[in-house]
């Protein structure tokens, strides 16, 4: 309570002080309005690559979205993104009767105000065909209207040729979205195993908005694929993630790259070092969740030993540090210690184990490194 009457005075304050150098007869009422900050989302270097927070699926009013595309990169900034790509349909334009089709547009009005806010915006499209096969995101396109509009099931390899003819990044989005609706939709099916088998498929979204698609994960770590993650963002991001809320943030691929620039994330993208954060989970290939998890948390040599009466057996006390606004949720597999550790982002835990032990392995159960397996930790004991 003191604290807030404190910010209250101070924002009073300056208000008051701004108010007496432009006296032109309107008092400004600035309490209530939203500080102009940008989220800082911190994530330490990773085998000396950045953490890029990546958005690669969104729309706006250039199809189906309900805003106008300047705002996604005013929410990009707030929340502290790195990069984002407009994804518009090309089969799919329901605003057409109000907004021109032009489906460079969304990523042309904004490109000024994404450089002046330091965000990287990659040009992209959504391939939008009849489910199955469903739909695809190419990435780092130069023309979305040289693609293929025309929705015909017989021009569906064409679409996709016609991306790969621009040497796209091309990832398949929402495997399961109709899987009760459309039975065999959501299976490795022979269209997408030929786009693999032509290299013209190099990823897979494993996260679309709140849902993971647990299947596709398994897909895309069998073949090597890049696994991502995204919003597929249609009204404001605020509308769909309580983002007011401390820690929530919204579905996001965190890209390891070289620099903070298109042609980093696209060269991280090829290799496949990502990692989808999507509420208080990381999936991903198994090297790169540990990667990540090693970067973010740290043991602390042993600080206290104390022998307990009965038994004579001495348990030694540690801190465990995690260095990160990621959320990490251990549970005990091996060796004696304590059972389970939360650790909430930017925070310490004390950890207690038997003396006389080498290390303790635990599970870090938000993580997935597949559909049914949680990354396996080892913590060595100092
Ligand atoms: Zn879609
Ligand atoms: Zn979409």
Same mark, same amino acid.
């Given at each position: 309570?003191?604290?807030?009457?404190?910010?209250?005075?101070?924002?009073?304050?300056?208000?008051?002080? $701004?108010?007496?150098?432009?006296?032109?007869?309107?008092?400004?009422?600035?309490?209530?309005?939203?500080?102009?900050?940008?989220?800082?989302?911190?994530?330490?270097?990773?085998?000396?690559? &950045?953490?890029?927070?990546?958005?690669?699926?969104?729309?706006?009013?250039?199809?189906?979205?309900?805003?106008?595309?300047?705002?996604?990169? &005013?929410?990009?900034?707030?929340?502290?993104?790195?990069?984002?790509?407009?994804?518009?349909?090309?089969?799919?334009?329901?605003? $057409?009767?109000?907004?021109?089709?032009?489906?460079?547009?969304?990523?042309?009005?904004?490109?000024?105000?994404?450089?002046?806010?330091?965000?990287?915006?990659?040009?992209?499209?959504?391939?939008?065909?009849?489910t199955p096969p469903g739909h695809f995101?190419?990435?780092?396109?130069?023309?979305?209207?040289?693609?293929?509009?025309?929705?015909?099931?017989?021009?569906?390899?064409?679409?996709i040729?016609?991306?790969?003819?621009?040497?796209?990044?091309i990832f398949w989005n929402h495997p399961g979205w109709k899987a009760?609706?459309i039975p065999g939709s959501y299976e490795w099916i022979d269209f997408v195993e030929k786009m693999y088998q032509a290299?013209k498929l190099h990823g897979i979204e494993v996260?679309?908005?709140?849902?993971?698609h647990k299947k596709a994960l398994d897909w895309a770590l069998d073949r090597n694929l890049?696994i991502?993650? !995204?919003?597929?963002?249609?009204?404001?991001?605020?509308?769909?993630?309580?983002?007011?809320?401390?820690?929530?943030?919204?579905?996001?691929?965190?890209?390891?790259?070289?620099?903070?620039?298109?042609?980093?994330?696209?060269?991280? #993208?090829?290799?496949?070092?990502?990692?989808?954060? $999507?509420?208080?989970?990381?999936?991903?290939?198994?090297?790169?969740?540990?990667?990540?998890?090693?970067?973010?948390?740290?043991?602390?040599?042993?600080?206290?030993?104390?022998? !307990?009466?009965?038994?004579?057996?001495?348990?030694?006390?540690?801190?465990?540090?995690?260095?990160?606004?990621?959320?990490?949720?251990?549970?005990?597999?091996?060796?004696?210690?304590?059972?389970?550790?939360? #650790?909430?982002?930017? $925070?310490?835990?004390?950890?207690?184990?038997?003396?006389?032990? +080498?290390?303790?392995?635990?599970?870090?159960?938000?993580?997935?490194?597949r559909s049914?397996?949680?990354? +396996?930790?080892?913590?060595?004991?100092?």
């Open positions: 309570m003191k604290i807030q009457s404190i910010l209250l005075g101070a924002v009073l304050l300056s208000t008051g002080y $701004s108010q007496a150098q432009t006296d032109d007869g309107v008092l400004r009422l600035t309490e209530f309005a939203y500080p102009v900050k940008r989220q800082l989302l911190n994530i330490p270097n990773v085998n000396g690559y &950045q953490i890029l927070k990546c958005d690669f699926h969104m729309h706006t009013v250039f199809t189906d979205g309900h805003v106008w595309p300047n705002v996604r990169i &005013q929410e990009a900034w707030r929340e502290g993104l790195d990069a984002i790509s407009y994804t518009e349909h090309m089969e799919y334009n329901p605003h $057409s009767a109000d907004v021109k089709v032009d489906h460079n547009r969304s990523h042309d009005l904004a490109i000024d105000l994404a450089k002046e806010n330091n965000i990287v915006l990659v040009k992209g499209t959504e391939i939008t065909r009849q995101n190419a990435l780092f396109i130069q023309d979305a209207n040289a693609l293929i509009a025309d929705n015909d099931p017989k021009l569906d390899q064409a679409a040729d016609k991306a790969d003819e621009q040497k796209a990044f009760t609706t290299k996260v679309n908005g709140l849902g993971f890049t991502i993650g !995204n919003t597929d963002i249609h009204n404001l991001i605020a509308h769909d993630y309580a983002i007011e809320r401390p820690g929530v943030h919204r579905t996001m691929t965190l890209v390891m790259a070289k620099d903070r620039s298109a042609a980093g994330i696209r060269e991280a #993208l090829d290799a496949g070092r990502t990692v989808v954060w $999507s509420s208080k989970y990381l999936f991903g290939k198994e090297e790169n969740v540990r990667a990540l998890a090693h970067a973010c948390l740290a043991i602390s040599p042993s600080y206290h030993e104390k022998t !307990n009466g009965k038994t004579q057996d001495k348990t030694k006390y540690y801190e465990i540090k995690n260095n990160s606004d990621l959320y990490f949720e251990l549970e005990l597999k091996q060796g004696k210690g304590t059972k389970r550790l939360v #650790l909430y982002p930017e $925070s310490t835990q004390i950890l207690t184990a038997e003396a006389g032990q +080498q290390k303790l392995s635990y599970e870090i159960v938000s993580t997935y490194i049914d397996k949680h990354l +396996q930790f080892e913590i060595n004991l100092k």
